[in-house]
């Protein structure tokens, strides 16, 4: 049963990269659908509507360190690759905030800069305040992102 | 899924939302002495092709601006059928009393719609409306052998024009989309009150009133006919108790006035489009308001032509989406 350990550790490991990616990847896009339509018509507005667009391809970032944290614990990595089932099971759940918020944050981010760019569109004197309604869901990616780490590192010295 | 298929065109929208007339361009309009000057304006403002069009080509052009943009970011114009299914349905009724008359008459047809004016115009010349889509052919029929048999040119007229708001009411609930969904209402029931009244006062029968009126969701058809038959005082108490209360002063003003009221409902309806970065509603949002901003100008134009005073012009006037 304790060689499952590390094969759930794994999961949790690949399931915060798959879906903090996965949301940013559809994330980014919207929001350079958004952006691209601005540049057509305005093309000097690129600088603000890209910064816009790149916002919720943090999440991305943040799966991809959760899961290299993950990684680096469980062995596969280098060093010792022995994983208990529970503790290959804390690991899955350590990494579960991460994966769905990440995710789900990063689509609302989008939701949130695409309306910014349409801010940015009209008035492009408010970038600034625009940027923030963005940057706010961002707080809940970080968050999930300190939670899934604390937890990680926390279960490594677990002697389970 | 569908609200993210247009965030592309809904940005390039927000953009040329800015290039829309606000009520301090349509003031200064107003403002001018001379029809010149406000053509001056216009051409300033980027309105026109060439530049040197006279205020009929100036207004299509706008127009077709409009359109042109909208199948330029839209990949399926079917979607806004809704708004010029109005122009087919005009382009039918022409054509008919064109062949009725047997003559040439020029620029009686509207260049745009979801069926080419020539396949109308054909389709009512070869008298074959098979190639219509089942519910226009049909009432193309009726209303061809009504005008040809009685030379009856009102129930040519409203057999067309019942079958237009129907044909609109029903692809709008299609669609699926608010704003179409809304605009196809207003202009269903303005067109229904409009008949009633004019029914009511030219004392016409229960029968032809019936003929006239389509069906709609906010108002009780049978009430409705009852009350147009009954008298206006009675249209009036009947209309107290739809959302269409506050029309009766405007009906005792003056035609216009009802018209401009309605016009006004629906900007109020679409102005909160302004703020919505997802689905189509935003782009029939914006065809709306450029049709509504080009009648606005038109009125204008026309009144500075006609040498109408600034107070009479302003009385014609719409709001604007902006």
Same mark, same amino acid.
């Given at each position: 049963?304790?060689?499952?350990?590390?094969?759930?550790?794994?999961?949790?490991?690949?399931?915060?990269?798959?879906?903090?990616?996965?949301?940013?990847?559809?994330?980014?896009?919207?929001?350079?659908?958004?952006?691209?339509?601005?540049?057509?018509?305005?093309?000097?507005?690129?600088?603000?509507?890209?910064?816009?667009?790149?916002?919720?391809?943090?999440?991305?970032?943040?799966?991809?360190?959760?899961?290299?944290?993950?990684?680096?614990?469980?062995?596969?990595?280098?060093?010792?690759?022995?994983? %208990?089932?529970?503790?290959?099971?804390?690991?899955?759940?350590?990494?579960?905030?991460?994966?769905?918020?990440?995710?789900?944050?990063?689509?609302?981010?989008?939701?949130? %800069?695409?309306? %910014?760019?349409?801010?940015?569109?009209?008035?492009?004197?408010?970038?600034?305040?625009?940027?923030?309604?963005?940057?706010?869901?961002?707080?809940?990616?970080?968050?999930?992102?300190?939670?899934?780490?604390?937890?990680?590192?926390?279960?490594? %010295?677990?002697?389970? | 899924?569908?609200?993210?298929?247009?965030?592309?065109?809904?940005?390039?929208?927000?953009?040329?939302?800015?290039?829309?007339?606000?009520?301090?361009?349509?003031?200064?309009?107003?403002?001018?002495?001379?029809?010149?000057?406000?053509?001056?304006?216009?051409?300033?403002?980027?309105? =026109? $092709?060439?530049?040197?069009?006279?205020?009929?080509?100036?207004?299509?052009?706008?127009?077709?601006?409009?359109?042109?943009?909208?199948?330029?970011?839209?990949?399926?114009?079917?979607?806004?059928?809704?708004?010029?299914?109005?122009?087919?349905?005009?382009?039918?009724?022409?054509?008919?009393?064109?062949?009725?008359?047997?003559?040439?008459?020029?620029?009686?047809?509207?260049?745009? =719609?979801?069926?080419?004016?020539?396949?109308?115009?054909?389709?009512?010349?070869?008298?074959?409306?098979?190639?219509?889509?089942?519910?226009? =052919?049909?009432?193309?029929?009726?209303?061809?052998?009504?005008?040809?048999?009685?030379?009856?040119?009102?129930?040519?007229?409203?057999?067309?024009? $019942?079958?237009?708001?129907?044909?609109?009411?029903?692809?709008?609930?299609?669609?699926?989309?608010?704003?179409?969904?809304?605009?196809?209402?207003?202009?269903?029931?303005?067109?229904?009150?409009?008949?009633?009244?004019?029914?009511?006062?030219?004392?016409?029968?229960?029968?032809?009133?019936?003929?006239?009126?389509?069906?709609?969701?906010?108002?009780?058809?049978?009430?409705?006919?009852?009350?147009?038959?009954?008298?206006?005082?009675?249209?009036?108490?009947?209309?107290?108790?739809?959302?269409?209360?506050?029309?009766?002063?405007?009906?005792?003003?003056?035609?216009?006035?009802?018209?401009?009221?309605?016009?006004?409902?629906?900007?109020?309806?679409?102005?909160?489009?302004?703020?919505?970065?997802?689905?189509?509603?935003?782009?029939?949002?914006?065809?709306?308001?450029?049709?509504?901003?080009? $009648?606005?100008?038109?009125?204008?134009?026309?009144?500075?032509?006609?040498?109408?005073?600034?107070?009479?012009?302003?009385?014609?006037?719409?709001?604007?989406?902006?």
């Amino acid at each position: 049963m304790d060689s499952y350990g590390i094969v759930f550790a794994l999961a949790g490991a690949i399931s915060a990269a798959l879906f903090g990616g996965l949301g940013s990847a559809r994330a980014v896009g919207m929001g350079g659908e958004a952006a691209a339509g601005v540049i057509t018509e305005d093309p000097s507005k690129f600088g603000k509507v890209l910064i816009l667009q790149l916002l919720p391809g943090t999440q991305g970032i943040y799966g991809l360190l959760v899961a290299f944290i993950t990684l680096s614990q469980i062995g596969v990595l280098g060093g010792s690759g022995d994983v %208990s089932f529970v503790k290959g099971l804390l690991y899955f759940l350590s990494c579960m905030p991460a994966a769905v918020v990440l995710y789900f944050s990063a689509i609302r981010q989008a939701r949130a %800069s695409i309306a %910014s760019i349409a801010v940015v569109a009209k008035k492009p004197e408010s970038f600034g305040k625009a940027m923030m309604f963005s940057a706010m869901v961002e707080t809940y990616a970080i968050l999930a992102l300190l939670i899934s780490i604390l937890a990680i590192t926390g279960v490594g %010295s677990i002697n389970i | 899924m569908t609200e993210n298929m247009h965030i592309y065109a809904v940005a390039r929208i927000r953009s040329r939302e800015l290039d829309l007339l606000g009520e301090s361009v349509i003031n200064q309009l107003v403002d001018c002495n001379k029809f010149e000057e406000c053509m001056k304006i216009l051409f300033d403002k980027g309105w =026109g $092709k060439s530049g040197f069009e006279e205020a009929d080509e100036l207004l299509a052009a706008e127009s077709d601006k409009t359109w042109d943009l909208i199948g330029e970011i839209v990949e399926d114009m079917s979607i806004f059928d809704t708004l010029l299914l109005e122009n087919d349905y005009h382009n039918l009724k022409a054509a008919i009393k064109q062949a009725y008359m047997n003559r040439d008459i020029e620029k009686i047809y509207f260049s745009r =719609g979801t069926v080419k004016r020539e396949i109308i115009f054909n389709a009512v010349k070869e008298h074959n409306f098979s190639v219509l889509d089942e519910k226009m =052919g049909k009432c193309a029929e009726e209303a061809y052998q009504v005008l040809f048999h009685t030379g009856d040119g009102q129930l040519c007229d409203v057999i067309i024009d $019942k079958s237009a708001m129907e044909a609109i009411y029903e692809k709008a609930a299609e669609s699926g989309n608010e704003v179409l969904i809304d605009y196809a209402e207003l202009k269903v029931a303005s067109a229904d009150i409009k008949i009633a009244l004019r029914c009511s006062r030219t004392g016409k029968s229960r029968e032809f009133t019936e003929r006239a009126i389509a069906e709609c969701a906010t108002l009780d058809i049978k009430s409705l006919i009852d009350s147009s038959a009954a008298g206006e005082n009675e249209l009036f108490e009947y209309l107290l108790s739809t959302p269409y209360a506050e029309v009766i002063n405007e009906i005792k003003k003056s035609p216009a006035a009802f018209e401009i009221w309605f016009d006004n409902l629906l900007i109020k309806h679409i102005k909160p489009q302004k703020y919505n970065s997802f689905t189509m509603s935003p782009l029939a949002a914006y065809i709306l308001a450029r049709e509504n901003e080009i $009648k606005t100008v038109r009125i204008i134009l026309l009144g500075k032509l006609n040498r109408l005073s600034d107070s009479s012009i302003r009385e014609r006037l719409r709001n604007m989406y902006v």
